[in-house]
């Protein structure tokens, strides 16, 4: 795959991530604004400072929500589009539509699903401000932990699919990265910060709502990404499209 190529897959991948943005936008503020502002209230509630507010709430849920997740889905629409291209041809014989669908999917597991499980989204007033450091260096490194540890099921499926057959292949590789992932949980220290007094609906409203934020994002990314690698990649002509007739060929008499 030269340059151009690249260069104009990375581009629709932003495109795309945009698109995407903009879906999962709709969801993160019908869905992750209601338990944002219970936790905002149950901070409100049980501080005893008065802190000067730099950016007011309606801002923050309106301009500053719509800014945070559209940079995201930009970005994320990037990476993903350059791991397109290195996956394209590589990890089975798919097509650009499917394997756009398959890295969407492996992307939400590994990038979000399988960190989530181990350190899960907290509303507002949960954890501690002292131990934001820690909980970001666990987590980013749970984050790498997963990805690394995907790829290399990855590889190992392909090594394995030539002497055990792909379903077979497919299994093991599954069951390694099921087991490494597991033992990364065991050795990863647990944090647990949330305050017994807080309401359990309103963090499992807010861990859903992040979950389905980035369900969206990833499945609306392999969505339209794969349309415009497709048409990209393999072009049709005009004949096969529309069915018109090849200059210098005779229409049929009806």
């Known amino acids: 795959?030269?340059?151009?190529?690249v260069g104009k897959?990375?581009?629709?991948?932003?495109v795309a991530g945009l698109v995407a943005g903009l879906l999962a936008l709709v969801v993160a503020y019908f869905l992750g604004e209601p338990p944002t502002k219970a936790g905002i209230a149950y901070e409100a509630a049980h501080s005893h400072e008065e802190g000067e507010e730099l950016v007011s709430r309606a801002a923050q849920s309106t301009t500053g929500l719509a800014t945070g997740v559209l940079v995201y889905g930009v970005g994320l629409g990037g990476v993903a589009a350059l791991a397109y291209c290195f996956a394209l041809g590589r990890v089975g014989a798919f097509g650009p539509r499917a394997t756009a669908g398959l890295l969407s999917l492996g992307g939400l597991i590994a990038v979000y699903v399988v960190p989530f499980l181990k350190y899960p989204a907290n509303p507002p007033a949960v954890s501690d401000p002292?131990?934001?450091?820690?909980?970001?260096t666990l987590y980013l490194l749970m984050v790498v932990l997963s990805v690394l540890l995907a790829v290399a099921a990855v590889i190992l499926g392909k090594r394995l699919a030539a002497r055990l057959g792909n379903w077979n292949a497919t299994v093991a590789a599954g069951a390694f990265f099921t087991l490494a992932v597991g033992l990364a949980y065991a050795f990863l220290p647990a944090v647990n910060e949330m305050p017994k007094d807080f309401p359990a609906g309103v963090v499992w409203q807010f861990r859903i709502s992040a979950l389905a934020i980035q369900a969206t994002l990833w499945a609306g990314f392999?969505?339209?990404?794969?349309?415009?690698?497709?048409?990209?990649l393999e072009p049709r002509e005009s004949g096969e499209r529309f069915g018109s007739v090849e200059p210098g060929a005779v229409a049929p008499s009806p």
């Open 1 to 5: 795959m030269n340059s151009t190529i």
């Open 222 to 232: 392999g969505l339209v990404f794969g349309v415009l690698a497709e048409r990209l």
């Open 130 to 136: 002292a131990t934001i450091g820690q909980r970001t």
């Open 9 to 14: 897959l990375l581009a629709r991948g932003m």
